[in-house]
């Protein structure tokens, strides 16, 4: 059984956090699963949070873009925080490009990236609320 990361709902903004190394199953349902969750929410904002995430491969790197173009679809951002410094070296010598994925060091700057965004878009402010996971 391929094995769920879970989605956060913290007001307009969803948060993945990724605790574990993904597998190619893993990464394929996290997409399926984000988009599901973004149209059932109407979710203006995605943060991925990779600080657990110490290896990454070709694959897996081309997910974070997609991740992006997918939200993009739904018109929610994404922030991807968190990145190592080999995570970040090791993209750039397999040559991947995250596309216009944002990045942010931290959580608390990533979800500022997406307020201003969302003041910018006169769209909803992604900070309040409770937060409800989802399996």
């Known amino acids: 059984m391929t094995e769920r990361v879970p989605i956060l709902s913290i007001g307009d903004v969803l948060l993945v956090s990724i605790q574990v190394d993904l597998s190619d199953q893993s990464a394929i349902a996290l997409q399926e699963d984000l988009a599901e969750k973004i149209s059932a929410t109407g979710a203006t904002g995605v943060v991925?949070?990779?600080?657990?995430?110490?290896?990454?491969?070709?694959f897996i790197g081309r997910m974070f873009a997609t991740i992006a173009s997918i939200s993009r679809l739904f018109d929610a951002e994404t922030v991807v925080v968190g990145m190592r410094p080999a995570v970040a070296i090791t993209l750039?010598?397999?040559?991947?490009?995250?596309?216009?994925?944002?990045?942010?060091?931290?959580?608390?700057?990533?979800?500022?990236?997406?307020?201003?965004?969302?003041?910018?878009r006169g769209g909803r402010r992604g900070d309040s609320g409770t937060v409800v996971a989802t399996p």
């Open 92 to 120: 750039v010598e397999l040559g991947l490009s995250l596309g216009e994925v944002r990045t942010a060091l931290d959580l608390e700057r990533g979800m500022k990236i997406l307020r201003a965004l969302a003041a910018r």
């Open 48 to 58: 991925i949070d990779i600080s657990a995430v110490e290896i990454v491969d070709s």
